[in-house]
C-alpha cells in the first residue's frame, strides 16, 4: 500500500511551476523470527518517496527498497506527466536506493549521489546478503551501485537550482540532504524523521552528537518545509517541528540510556516518552540491541552491531 500525497507549489508567485509532491510506502513485514517486546510484529519503517517537478521535468529523491514498491512508486511518477531526469540518493541505506536502478531504466533518469553517499552505498552492497536479503528475501531487485556525482553538488530543473548539501553524520554516515532555496524545502533523507521512532543503531560512540550537528546544518538552511524519508503520512512538513522533534528524540534517548541498565527497559521507557509515534518500534527496538551490545566495546564494531541488532530476539 502507498499514499501518494501533494505538497510544496507555490501558486501566485513567479515559481508556480515549482513544487513537490510525496509518496509513501507503507510498512511491510520483515523477516525476523518472533514479536518484538511489546508483542507487535517486526516491519519496517515507511519508507518516502519525494517528486520535485517543474514544468516539464521532475526529479525524484530515494527509490524504496522493494521491487512491489518501486513498480507502485513508478506507475505515480508516469501519472504525474513529468518526465523524470534524475534520482537523488540522499545516503547509503539500501532501503533508500536498492531500487533506483530500476526506476532509472524505466525512465532513462540518470542516478545522483555525494561522493560520501556513494562510498556508503558501496558498503551497503558488500553486506546485503547477510542483511538484507535475510531481511526481505526475494524482494529485492539486483542494485550495483550506478550513482554518480554531480559538479560542484548542484544541477538544475527546469531552470532552479537543486543543491546538494553534504551534512555529516544522521542516522548513518555521510548523508546529504537537498535543498531547494526557490521552495524552501530541504528534502533530508534520514538525518530527519517524522513521527517515526528514530534509527539509534548507528549512533554510538559519539553518533548522536554528530547526529546533533547534522540537524543544525538543516535548521541553517532555514526551510519552510522538511521531507524526512521516514514519516508517518498524516503528518505535515513543517520544518521548525519536526525538526525540534527530531533533537527532542536524540536528548531524550541519551537521558535514557543514561538511566536504563537493560535493553527492553530502555525500550519500553522510549515507547512511553514518544506514545504518538505509532510506527517503527521495529527500528527502536534494533537500534536499543545494537547499543546496548556496543557498551564496553570498541567504535569499529558499531556496524557489526548495528547489523545484528536487527535481528535479536
Given at each position: 500500500m502507498t499514499n501518494p500525497s501533494r505538497g510544496g507549489a507555490r501558486r501566485g508567485t513567479p515559481h508556480a511551476t515549482l513544487g513537490y509532491h510525496t509518496f509513501v510506502a507503507d510498512p511491510i513485514p520483515i523477516n525476523v523470527a518472533g514479536l518484538l517486546p511489546n508483542g507487535e510484529s517486526h516491519m519496517f519503517s515507511p519508507l518516502t518517496?519525494?517528486?520535485?517537478?517543474?514544468?516539464?521535468?521532475?526529479?525524484l529523491v530515494d527509490a524504496p527498497l522493494t521491487t512491489d514498491q518501486a513498480k507502485a512508486l513508478g506507475d505515480w511518477i508516469e501519472a504525474s506527466g513529468k518526465r523524470l531526469t534524475h534520482i537523488f540518493v540522499t545516503h547509503g541505506h539500501g532501503d533508500h536506493w536498492f531500487t533506483a536502478n530500476v526506476l532509472a531504466e524505466r525512465f532513462g533518469a540518470q542516478v545522483i549521489a555525494s561522493a560520501g553517499t556513494i562510498q556508503q552505498m558501496h558498503n551497503n552492497v558488500s553486506v546485503r546478503d547477510v542483511f538484507w536479503d535475510k531481511l526481505g528475501p526475494d524482494q529485492i531487485p539486483p542494485a550495483p551501485v550506478s550513482a554518480v556525482t554531480v559538479p560542484d553538488n548542484r544541477f538544475t530543473l527546469d531552470g532552479y537550482d537543486l543543491v546538494i548539501v553534504e551534512v555529516g553524520h544522521g542516522d548513518s554516515d555521510d548523508n546529504a540532504v537537498l535543498h531547494v532555496p526557490d521552495l524552501g524545502?530541504?528534502?533530508a533523507g534520514d538525518p530527519i524523521y517524522n513521527g517515526v521512532h528514530q534509527y539509534l543503531g548507528e549512533s554510538a560512540h559519539g553518533g548522536r552528537d554528530a547526529w546533533r550537528n547534522t540537524v543544525e546544518t538543516v535548521k541553517s538552511l532555514q526551510p519552510r518545509w522538511v521531507v524526512a524519508s521516514h514519516k508517518d503520512k498524516n503528518r505535515d512538513a513543517d520544518a521548525?517541528?519536526?525538526?525540534?522533534?527530531?533533537?527532542?528524540?536524540?536528548d531524550d534517548a541519551d537521558e535514557?540510556?543514561?538511566?536504563?541498565?537493560?535493553p527492553e527497559e530502555f525500550f519500553f521507557a522510549m515507547l512511553a516518552r514518544w506514545p504518538d509515534r505509532l510506527l517503527g518500534a521495529t527500528t527502536l527496538w534494533a537500534g536499543t540491541n545494537a547499543?546496548?551490545?556496543?557498551?564496553?566495546?570498541n567504535n569499529t564494531d558499531v556496524l557489526e552491531d548495528s547489523l545484528n541488532g536487527w535481528f535479536t530476539p
Open positions: 518517496s519525494r517528486l520535485i517537478y517543474g514544468q516539464h521535468h521532475a526529479v524545502l530541504v528534502v521548525a517541528r519536526v525538526i525540534a522533534q527530531t533533537r527532542h528524540y536524540l535514557l540510556l543514561a538511566a536504563k541498565d537493560a547499543i546496548y551490545a556496543s557498551r564496553g566495546r
